[in-house]
């Protein structure tokens, strides 16, 4: 990158930072059981909301618990079950209609980030249903209140939850683009194990490994608070610890932990930014259909392992929290065991190091998107532009 933007990038990047104080960052008020949610509604005066969850976990009856609760208590509702893995501005307008044909008042988002994003996109499509939702990618366009939206996470790795963002796509050109605006960041969030208790191992191992992406890209970022710092730490710790118990099912324990590092891993990151590593994923995620969480452990050690000198002492920080390493060693050293623990979990896992579907001449496109997203607002570590994340993409292709 050249040296006039990467002046530009840093300066922006600092004005956010300094203004952080001073902007409506709220926490979703916890709750952690799905019988408290007829609580919350009566409390905040809702009487009908629309659920917000897709076809799947309908089909495997992973909803119903939700539906019972709702239907014991005499809460009347809508459900709106046609999220997908990357859902559509065409699908979110849908749903907005949906909503007001229903005379719903509130928002109840059950599932993974596809549903949540949806349901975040429905509120805004319901607040804002004259602008077109894909004109309002990019920070503080919607500047308007949305319904009352409750989150019901059913993976332990999005954090979405507790952020400001909704990725969509839009239809035509695929391309994959995020609204961040406070008024996004859900009232409520229920973190209730139950809910990925039958998660299959694949998918709880590729949200978890998302969740510790949110907190390495915020924690090396250049934009964190005390406090941020504190979230990824704990979110880190928690995901070495837990995140092979959550994925075979060896305890509630392990499950509610790893959905409490994701929780954490959503507060940082939605306070101090994510990184490259998120901009290319959303970028072949987008292009190839693949699931976010996949393509962002593929990324994770091979970015890591790019920035180089510029992220060993924050990396080795988070090797200490995660028990690889001790203070004395050396940056580098202790560096290198946190990416080289990555890669040992990927191939636990069965996450490869390349991506079939990479078509060769798509990347230049790719890498210009990854650029539009992360630059200027992501603090990341070293700056580089769409030539330089070519590299990346040709890195990975097989
Ligand atoms: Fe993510």
Redo the contacts with the bound molecule.
Sequence with gaps: MNLGRKIYCRVFQRVFWMALPFLPYRNPKLRQSLGQIPDILQEEKKRKPLVVTDQNLVKVGAVKPLLDILDTAGVKYALFDKAFPNPTTQLAREGAAFYRRHGCDSLIAFGGGSPMDLAKGIGVGVVRPRTPLEKMGGILKVWRKLPLLIAIPTTAG?GSETTLAAVLIEEKSRHKFAINDFPLIPRYAVLDPVTIHTLPASLAATTGL?AL??AVEAYIGNSTTKETRADAKWAVKLIFENLDGAVNHTSTQAEAAMLEASHYAGRAFTRSY?GYI?AVSHSLSGQYNLP?GWT?AVLLPLVLRRYGKAAWRKLGELAICAGLGKEWESRRSLAEKFISAIEEMNRKYGIPDKIEAIRREDIPQLAVYADKEANPLYPVPVLWDAGELEKIYEEVAL
Aim: glycine content about 0%; charged content about 10%; overall charge negative.
């Design positions: 999005t998302d992406t949110h994510v998120h976010h962002n």
